[in-house]
């Protein structure tokens, strides 16, 4: 991304093993996020930065101190590295890692290869060489799925609960389809858009509510006896959405939020006197990729059908402006 | 309090038994709480209210529905009214109950006699009539206790954890006695007071960092092998001691917030990218009250010790007046 606005696919070097703990990945499919709109609408700063951080591909290489992944292996990795052995990812919080770092920063993914750090802490190889059309699911855990499902435990989704997810976008979507999964009696979508909606029930949403704002926490309290839902995911990361998700969110209730906030203020005293959990942040996707590609090869979940357009890589400043201008809901770049 | 800084004891009408779930108390002691200062300050407004929301004392009458009290009960109740019967109450957050008001705002306890609404939601009736050295530790529970109690179970205090509480206050003293009595293995009191630091010593402090800010986060790492503590308790609620506790937290960790805010304003970004669990707001005390009661009975703990004036209820106004200068920690009012 040259500039806000101005992807161009260019010729970059190869990457090549620096560390001995890295592994150099051919990718077999890359997508764009929700998230690389906030540089291309000029709301992040960037300047000629390689872009990307969701990621499926083969192994090509790998340094001498790699231990779980092989040459040859099909592999899906974190949007963070991380290392896997330190203690704040014992904990489950690999996204927290002493070694963590933004692969959007210091790898870019949206490219032909990749050098991963950490590739034993940062990627975990499938069962075998995917069916063709698993590839889309497979790369949507990479982030989305993976975002949308930590949102979904951190709001302690599960049996008996209420889930209202605010936002429909992809993560929200996946939020939906992780709520379903793990055991939600009713899960609420917060969406205006015919074909989110149908998509959202698609993954398992049981209510929607279309109503934004004060109003939406309104329809969420009447669908909730007057308590407000047990569980809810801020998946937006706006103002106005941070705090439609605190106010839906019973006393004692449990938010999930993972909607990278922007200007985002949170009035300490509306936090204060709700008197709920929060949990939010970059998502630890290591800590559930072994399952969410168990869940895949099993064709339980079909995360994929959250791409609903397909470019080949040189196409990317489509695929950009397509999700720019809400044509596309997110775009799957091929190889 | 007439306004700020005028407090005064006069002449009100003797409460009576409105509703059949309501109770009528003479109280035995009161106090002063460090939220009474922020109308006390003019940071709240305040004009002609009664004050006070935590209490002990003996039921005097009983409304016709009332089941769990007795006339002649020594009673200790929560600072906030609450049923104890709806679902938010069953879930362990009586201060959200569907019914919830603040003591403070409908009822005032620096006073003789009390009307307790939903007296068998809110009242806990003791063993037995206390001897009188127990008093002090048993108000404590109504609120100074009971609140620091919460933040460090919100916190997630526990064996193998290191807490950090931000604040030497009563409530943050309280919260040093509930984190060892839960079993942190490590509690770290952030007090640059020398006699607040010893009575942190003494529940059990075995750590003190003077620094404040950015100095004080720093100095939690240190301590904590770079990573910060699993557990903090923010007890005050400025913004500098809120993001110093966002700050002291590791990622994936655990901050409990009760220092009610006035004028705070979270970052949502900063709070994103930490990564952390909170839980924070008035506290539940109704939950815990059972066994606060057993603890102090049974003397186990003493958290009477954090009243360190005593004065008769008409000396109200020279309590508030050493609060508010710092000349006492916490003030215990007589009857």
């Known amino acids: 991304m040259h500039a806000p606005g101005d992807v161009r696919v260019e010729e970059r070097d190869d990457p ?28 992040e700063p960037v300047d000629h930065a390689p872009m990307g951080h969701e990621y499926v591909g083969v192994v090509e290489e790998i ?37 963590a770092q933004f692969v959007s920063q210091v790898v870019g993914t949206q490219a032909e290869r990749a050098r991963i750090p950490y590739a034993d802490g940062t990627l975990v190889a499938t069962p075998g060489q995917p069916d063709p059309e698993l590839v889309p699911s497979l790369l949507a855990a990479s982030d989305v799925l993976g975002t949308g499902w930590f949102a979904a435990v951190a709001a302690e989704a599960g049996p008996g609960k209420t889930v209202a997810v605010v936002g429909d976008g992809a993560v929200g979507l996946m939020a939906v389809l992780a709520a379903r999964q793990l055991g939600a009696e009713r899960v609420i979508a917060m969406s205006r858009h015919p074909d989110r909606q149908e998509l959202a029930r698609h993954y398992g949403a049981t ?30 990361g706006t103002q106005e959405s941070f705090m439609q998700a605190v106010g839906a969110t019973r006393g004692g209730g449990h938010l999930g939020y993972v909607g990278v906030n922007h200007g985002v203020s949170i009035p300490g005293d509306e936090l ?39 470019l080949p890589l040189d196409q990317a400043a489509e695929g950009y402006r397509a999700m720019d201008e809400r044509r596309a809901v997110k775009v799957l770049l091929t190889l």
Chains 1, 2 share one sequence.
Do not use: M
């Open 272 to 310: 204060f006197f709700a008197g709920i959990h929060t949990l939010g942040g970059p998502a630890p996707v290591r800590r559930f990729l072994p399952d969410l590609i168990r869940l895949i090869w099993d064709r339980t979940i079909d995360p994929g059908r959250v791409f609903d357009l397909s």
């Open 207 to 236: 209510d929607i509510v279309e109503e934004r704002g004060d109003k939406g926490v309104s329809r969420i309290k009447e669908l909730t006896g007057g308590l407000g839902a047990h569980s809810v995911v801020e998946a937006v």
């Open 63 to 99: 340094g001498s101190e790699v231990r779980t992944i092989a040459v040859g292996d099909f592999v899906v990795g974190s949007f963070v590295i991380s290392d896997n052995t330190c203690e704040i990812c014992r904990s489950g919080f690999q996204s927290q890692c002493v070694h």
């Open 16 to 43: 090549r093993i620096i560390d001995p703990t890295d592994a150099v990945i051919r990718l077999t499919a890359t997508c764009i996020c929700g998230s690389d709109l906030w540089p291309y609408r000029g709301i």
